[in-house]
């Protein structure tokens, strides 16, 4: 399994496990309730489970059974990143960084785990960021001034004008980032 084919829900397990070196199954239930992911990231507990089961079949976490596990049922396994899994989570925040919609669940894992980026290349990469966006504003904005003039134009102005004021924000938010990660370097 490569990062490609990672969703969301095991990109978000990916870097829970890389972020606490070990933990159970229940521990990332918990840690994800505890940080919201288990809304916006689709880590329910029957989701956490079912994409362990299919990041155990690669080799991006280790397991090992929990010997200290008190109480009723099996012996838990315990989950940790192998050395690939840190290195396929920093590539996905890298790429989810640059090309990634803002609002989407990839995006916001990305900064969720951005802390396995050093901050000069996270601020390199929120500047590209920004390039990648002014070219779509630009591209909006050429598409929309080649719109006829006509009645049928109006929604047509509208929905360009909505589209052309999210990619602004997101220019204008690409910008802050990289100038407070770039403050933090200083």
Same mark, same amino acid.
């Given at each position: ?16 496990? &890389?972020?606490? $070196? ?34 155990? $079949? ?12 008190? $109480?009723? $049922? ?8 192998? !050395? ?5 989570? +920093? ?43 002014? &070219? ?31 990619? !602004?924000?997101?220019?204008?938010? !690409? +910008? ?11």
């Amino acid at each position: 399994m490569d990062q490609n084919t990672l969703s969301d829900a095991e990109f978000a397990l990916l870097g829970l496990i &890389s972020e606490t $070196g070990s933990i159970s199954g229940y521990g990332l239930m918990m840690l994800a309730a505890t940080r919201g992911m288990s809304h916006w990231a689709n880590l329910s507990a029957s989701n956490v489970y079912k994409h362990l089961k299919a990041l155990r $079949g690669t080799d991006l976490i280790d397991t090992i059974h929990d010997v200290e596990k008190r $109480g009723r $049922g099996p012996s838990g396994l315990l989950y940790s990143s192998s !050395a690939h899994g840190h290195l396929v989570l +920093r590539n996905l925040v890298e790429q989810s960084i640059v090309d990634a919609r803002e609002q989407s669940t990839s995006f916001k894992l990305a900064l969720a785990f951005s802390g396995c980026v050093p901050a000069k290349r996270l601020a390199t990469l929120f500047s590209s960021r920004e390039s990648k966006l002014r &070219s779509r504003l630009a591209d909006i904005e050429a598409a929309k001034m080649a719109q006829p003039n006509t009645a049928e134009s109006r929604s047509a102005s509208l929905l360009f004008e909505y589209v052309m004021q999210g990619v !602004a924000h997101e220019v204008q938010m !690409a +910008r802050n980032f990289a100038q407070l990660i770039t403050g933090e370097c200083s």
